[in-house]
C-alpha cells in the first residue's frame, strides 16, 4: 500500500503537497474547498500554477480529494438536498482543476425515511451530479460508514445498491475506512476477518472498484457504530489487524491515507506511518 495521510490545504493545495512531502507521504488526501462549507471560490491561476508544479516532483503516487461534510444525497427532497447536490458538483469541477481522479464522499444519512429510500435519494443524487459533469473524468468514491446514527454504508450492501441503480458505474468507486469497518461489525483483526468485508465488495461490487482506503484505528469497541479514530496500534482494531491489511498483496499500489488527530507539526502523522511501515515488512498471522 503506498502509505500518507489527509494533508490540510491552508495557504492553497500546493500547501498540502509542501506538508505531506515533508513526513515522506506516498499519498495525500485533501479538501478542495472549506469541508464546513457549502461552497468555495476556484483556485486562482497562479495557485493551481504552484500546485503543478509541486505535484510535477513526482514524490505522490496518488493524490486525491475528499467531499466536505455537509453533502448528504441521501435526504428527503429538501433544500438542503439541493444544495448538497449542487456543492458536489462544484466540488466535482474542483477537483479536475487539480488533476484529482476521485472524490471520496460518505454517502449519506436517510434522516429517519429508511434505508431503501435513502439508497433510492443517493442514486437519484449521484445520477444528477453526472449528469452536470458529464464531461469530467473524476470518480466519486463511496467510503463505508460506522453506522453511526442513520447514516448509510455500514454495510457493504448498501454501497453494492448504489452499483447496481446508478446510471454512470464507471464514475464510481470505493474507498474503505478500516476504523468504520470496525465499528459497523467487521471484525478486521485477523486475516479471517479481512476476508469478510473484502469478500463481500467481491462478490457484489469488484475489488477492482476499490480506489483507496482510511487507515484509521478506532477508539470504539467492534459494532459499536459509533466513530472515532485511533492513532495506529492504540485502538480496538489494534496492530495485528493492520499488519493484515497493509501486507495485502493486491492493494500494494493502493493509496492509503491516515485520518487520525493530529497537532501542527504532525510528529503523529509521522508515528502513524513509521507504525505502518514497520508493519509491512512483518509476516502476518494466520
Known sequence: M????????????????????????????????????WFGNPTPPQKLALYSSELALG??????????????????????????IESLIQEMQFAHALGLPFLVMHPGAH?????????????AGLDDVFAATRTLPVRVALENTAGQGTCLG??????????????????LGVCLDTAHLFAAGYDIRSAKGWR????????????NQIVAFHLND????????????????????????FRVIIR??????????????????????????????????????K
Request: net charge positive.
Open 218 to 241: 478506532s477508539k470504539t469497541e467492534l459494532g459499536s457504530r459509533v466513530d472515532r479514530h485511533a492513532h495506529i496500534g492504540q485502538g480496538h482494531i489494534g496492530l495485528e489487524g
Open 196 to 207: 469478510t468485508p473484502l469478500g463481500e465488495v467481491e462478490s457484489w461490487i469488484g475489488l
Open 154 to 171: 455500514y454495510k457493504m450492501r448498501h454501497l453494492a445498491d448504489v452499483y447496481d441503480r446508478v446510471k454512470k458505474t464507471e464514475r
Open 59 to 84: 514524490n505522490f503516487a496518488c493524490v486525491f480529494g475528499h467531499t466536505n461534510y455537509l453533502i448528504n444525497l441521501a435526504a428527503r427532497p429538501s433544500e438542503n438536498r439541493d444544495r448538497s
Open 111 to 123: 434522516l429517519g425515511a429508511g434505508e431503501s429510500a435513502g439508497i433510492k435519494q443517493i442514486v
Open 248 to 285: 495485502d498483496s493486491r492493494f500494494k499500489n493502493h493509496p492509503g491515507c491516515l485520518e487520525t488527530p493530529k497537532s501542527e507539526d504532525m510528529h503523529e502523522d509521522v508515528e502513524n506511518l513509521a507504525t505502518l511501515r514497520s508493519l509491512r515488512k512483518q509476516k502476518t498471522r
Open 2 to 37: 503506498r502509505l500518507g495521510a489527509h494533508m490540510s490545504t491552508s495557504g492553497g493545495a500546493w500547501r498540502a503537497l509542501q506538508r505531506g512531502r515533508k513526513i515522506n507521504c506516498e499519498a495525500v488526501q485533501i479538501f478542495v474547498k472549506n469541508n464546513f462549507r
